[in-house]
């Protein structure tokens, strides 16, 4: 039996939808459309509504995207979603996240009640999108691979 993930490579990509990947990847800064959107291709209602919820939390705020990103590496680990982990630990990596700049972070980041509210949404969003990908078993896509595996080997 094929898992879900398995459809990406049969699921249709209507201009629609390539509209929406392009946008995906635009926002992102991604050199791809990640699988874990284009296996929601066979359903479009929902991946338009799965993509503006990530774009608006992970990509505006006061919150940096980079701090999100490293939550989100966080809980991905935690929650043993290994697609989420290796995806935005790629995406931090590409962003210039460092061993160095988390540290930093982890000893003299200090958050106010705005900032606060804003880990919040985005600690319920990676939750959301944890499941999701473990739920349809998504492939790790080779362009995360190669970012994980370039900068393992600096």
Known sequence: ????????????????????????????????????????????????????????ILTSGRVSRRLKEMIFVAISSLKDCHYCEAAHHAFCLNIGVSQTQIEKLITTHSIDEEEIMEIIAMSGMAVFYNHLANATKINIDKGFTQILTRHAEK
Not at 31 to 50: C, K, Q, Y
């Open 1 to 56: 039996m094929r898992t879900i993930s398995q459809i990406i490579d049969d699921a249709p990509v209507t201009p629609e939808i390539e509209t929406t990947f392009n946008k995906i990847k635009t926002a992102l800064n991604a050199p791809f459309t990640p699988h874990f959107f284009r296996v929601w291709a066979t359903a479009p209602e929902s991946l338009n509504g799965i993509w503006p919820v990530m774009n608006h």
